[in-house]
C-alpha cells in the first residue's frame, strides 16, 4: 500500500484535531476536523465521518481502523477495507482496474494513481474506500470516473474543473457542498448548469457574476435584468420562484384592484321625432355636464356616437341624413370625451319611419356583425370591434337612447334578416354591455321592456340585480341628469364575475421539450375582498368560489392565495426557467390586470436537489 506520510505534529493532536492549513483567521476557531479558508470553517471530510471511521486530515477522506499512536508510529497510514491487492492504493482492486494504459504515460491503470490523466487521484474519484464497491460513474455512461475524461457528462473536462494541474491538491469544490466540481454540473450552485454558464458568459464558479447582490439564474430569469450587468437587477415587484423537482412550495398573495383602464362608450342614438326633446336636452347637457363627469369617472375613456332612423321614410322634403336607415357621426378613437360633442349635435330631426326602426340592424352594425354599412366603405374599421371599432381590450358600453316602438327584426328586402335574439347574442359574444336611455316618462313606453331584457342579457345591471335603464322624460326635462347618473352606474355599480387564470408562455432555454408551466400553479384559493369608498362590504362582491369572486363592483379590491409546486417538471443539466402569466379576468372578457411569474427549476447537480 502506498506510504501516506503524516507530520508528527498533527498526529500528537489527530483526536483532539490537526493544526489547520489557514487562510485568514476564523472566529471562533475552527473545529477539529475543520480548517479555515478565508475566514471560514471548512470541513476536512464532508460529510462527517460515521461512528468508527474517522477523518484523515491531509486527504479528507475517512478510514476505517485503529487510530495512530503518535508517539511510536510516525509512518501510520489509514486502513482501507481492501482485502484485494491494491498496488495504487486509490480503493480500487488492481483486478478492477487492470493493464491497461487509460493516458497513455505507459504506467499501467493498477500501478497509475491518475489513469486518466486529469490530475485528480484516482483515489479522490473511486467514491469510497471500499473494493468491493463499484467505482462511481457520477454521469451513468458506463465509464467509471476515474476512466472518464468528463466525469458528469457537462461539457467541461475534469481537468478544467480540477481546480489546478497538481494532482496532490484535492479536486476543488467551488460551492462548498461537498461535492467537487468534477462531479456537480453546476459547480457555483446558482442553479444554471456550467455549459449553460460557458454559453451564455455567465461565470459557472461565481454564482453572481456581476457583483449585484443577485444571482445568474435569478437575473436570467427577470424578464429586465441582465446577469453580467451590475446597473440591471429584478425589480422588486418581479415574482420569481425556485422551484427544485418535487421540492417545497412556494405560496404567494396576490392583490388587484378592479379598475378599468379603457373604456369605450358609443351612443346610438334614435334620430325620429319621438325622442327629439330628450336628443335635443342630452345636446345641451353633454359638454358642460357629462363630459366633464364621464372624464372623471373613466380611464382611458374613448367616445363615439351613430344615430338611427327607420326602414322606410315619409316620402317629403327632409335632411339628406334622414334617408339612410343609420348614420355613423364618430367612430371609437383615441381622444378627450369632449370630441363627441360636435358630432352629437349633428343629429338631425326626422319624421317617424313608415316601415318600424331601424335599431336592430343599427344594433347588429354597431356590435360587430356583417358588412359595416355605419360608415363609407373607405372608412371601415380595421383593428376593432364592429362599426363602432370597439378596443377588443376595453370595457365596451354601447347606450341606446331611444322612444317608442322596437321591432324585433330586420323587415324582408332591406339587407340581411337578423332577430334581436341573434344581435343579443352577438352583443353577448363581444362583451359588450348595452345600457337604455328611453324618452319618455314611465316604463309603460314600448322601449322599456325590451331595452331592460337588453341590458339584462348583457350584464347592465347594478348591485341589485336591476338593468341599467333609464327614463329622460318625454320632453327630455330629466335628460342631462340620467346621462350623468347613467355614467356613473357603469363607472361604479355594475358588477361583475372576476376569474383568476395561468396562460403559459415560452421556455428558457430555448430547444427543450415544450412544458405547460401552468401545472407549477398547484392551486388557487380567493381569500377575501375590499369594498371600495361609499360600498358596504356584501354590496362590493357576492361571494366566491373556486377562482372566481362573484358579482364585484369597480373598485374593489380582492385577494388571491396562489400555492406554487413542482410534480411537473424534473431538473436537468442546463437548469431551466418557465413562465406562466397570471391573469384576472372579467365575465365580458375584459382584462383587469396581468402579471408575469418566472418558475427557475435548478440544474441538476452533485450536492443536492433540495436547499
Known amino acids: 500500500m502506498r506510504q501516506l506520510p503524516v507530520i508528527l505534529a498533527c498526529l500528537l493532536v489527530l483526536l483532539a484535531g490537526c493544526s489547520k492549513p489557514t487562510k485568514g483567521e476564523c472566529d471562533p476557531s475552527c473545529g477539529p476536523d475543520e480548517h479555515c479558508e478565508e475566514g471560514e470553517c471548512i470541513p476536512y471530510c464532508d460529510p462527517p465521518c460515521p461512528a468508527g471511521w474517522y477523518c484523515y486530515h491531509p486527504t479528507g477522506a475517512c478510514f476505517f481502523g485503529s487510530l495512530p499512536d503518535a508517539l511510536t508510529d510516525g509512518d501510520w497510514e489509514p486502513e482501507s477495507l481492501c482485502g484485494a491487492p491494491d498496488t495504487d492504493g486509490d480503493w480500487i482492486p488492481d483486478d478492477v482496474e487492470g493493464e491497461g494504459d487509460e493516458d497513455g504515460d505507459t504506467i499501467p491503470n493498477f500501478e497509475d494513481e491518475d489513469s486518466d490523466g486529469d490530475t485528480i487521484r484516482d483515489e479522490h474519484e473511486a467514491g469510497d474506500i471500499d473494493c468491493d464497491t463499484d467505482p462511481w460513474d ?97 425589480p422588486a415587484e418581479e415574482r420569481i420562484y425556485t422551484l427544485f423537482y418535487r421540492g417545497r412550495s412556494a405560496t404567494e398573495t396576490f392583490l388587484f384592484t378592479l379598475l378599468y383602464k379603457r373604456t369605450d362608450v358609443f351612443y346610438l342614438v334614435d334620430a325620429t321625432h319621438g325622442a327629439s326633446s330628450a336628443v335635443e336636452a342630452g345636446k345641451a347637457a353633454l359638454g358642460p355636464a357629462v363630459v366633464p363627469e364621464m372624464n372623471i369617472l373613466f380611464d382611458g375613456l374613448r367616445t363615439g356616437v351613430a344615430h338611427f332612423t327607420g326602414w322606410r321614410m315619409p316620402d317629403v322634403f327632409m335632411e339628406a341624413s334622414c334617408r339612410r336607415p343609420f348614420v355613423g357621426l364618430a367612430r371609437l378613437s383615441d381622444g378627450p370625451a369632449s370630441d363627441m360633442v360636435a358630432p352629437f349635435a349633428t343629429i338631425p330631426r326626422c319624421p317617424e319611419p313608415t316601415l318600424g326602426s331601424s335599431l336592430v340592424e343599427g344594433l347588429f352594425q354597431v356590435s360587430g356583425g356583417g358588412s359595416d354599412s355605419l360608415w363609407p366603405p373607405e372608412e371601415a374599421c380595421s383593428e376593432g370591434i364592429g362599426g363602432a371599432c370597439f378596443d377588443p381590450a376595453a370595457r365596451k358600453i354601447l347606450m341606446i337612447l331611444m322612444q317608442g316602438g322596437f321591432p324585433d327584426s330586420t323587415p324582408s328586402g332591406y339587407g340581411p334578416y337578423h332577430s334581436l335574439e341573434q344581435v343579443t347574442a352577438l352583443a353577448v359574444d363581444q362583451g359588450i354591455h348595452v345600457v337604455g336611455l328611453v324618452a319618455a316618462d314611465s316604463e309603460s313606453d314600448p322601449a322599456y321592456g325590451p331595452l331592460a331584457s337588453l341590458a339584462s342579457q348583457t350584464a347592465a345591471r347594478d348591485l341589485y340585480e336591476r338593468p341599467l335603464v333609464y327614463l329622460l322624460g318625454s320632453g327630455g326635462e330629466d335628460a342631462g341628469m340620467m346621462l350623468v347618473s347613467a355614467a356613473q352606474d357603469v363607472a361604479t355599480r355594475m358588477p361583475q364575475d372576476v376569474t383568476f387564470d395561468a396562460v403559459d408562455e415560452d421556455d ?104
Open 138 to 234: 457520477d454521469d451513468g455512461d458506463g465509464t467509471p470516473d476515474y476512466l472518464d475524461l468528463d466525469s458528469d457528462d457537462d461539457g467541461i473536462p475534469d481537468e478544467v474543473e480540477a481546480g489546478d494541474s497538481d494532482p496532490d491538491t484535492r479536486p476543488r469544490d467551488t460551492d462548498g457542498w461537498g461535492h467537487a466540481d468534477f462531479r456537480d454540473t453546476d459547480s457555483d450552485n446558482d442553479g444554471m448548469g456550467d455549459a449553460r454558464e460557458e454559453e451564455e458568459g455567465t461565470q459557472r464558479l461565481e454564482a453572481d457574476s456581476d457583483g449585484d447582490g443577485y444571482d445568474d439564474m435569478t437575473e436570467m430569469a427577470s424578464l429586465v435584468a441582465d446577469p453580467l450587468s451590475p446597473d440591471s437587477v429584478p
Open 508 to 611: 428558457w432555454p430555448t430547444g427543450l421539450a415544450d412544458v405547460d408551466a401552468t401545472a407549477l400553479v398547484m392551486s388557487v384559493y380567493p381569500q377575501d375582498w375590499s369594498p371600495p369608498p361609499g360600498i358596504a362590504p356584501l354590496e362590493a362582491c357576492d361571494g366566491m368560489e373556486m377562482r372566481t369572486f362573484l358579482d364585484c363592483v369597480p373598485g374593489t379590491e380582492i385577494a388571491y392565495d396562489v400555492y406554487f409546486r413542482n410534480y411537473a417538471q424534473e431538473q436537468t443539466v442546463s437548469g431551466a426557467i418557465y413562465g406562466v402569466t397570471l391573469e384576472l379576468t372579467g365575465a365580458d372578457g375584459y382584462l383587469f390586470d396581468r402579471m408575469a411569474v418566472r418558475f427557475i427549476v435548478p440544474a441538476l447537480n452533485g450536492d443536492s436537489t433540495e436547499e
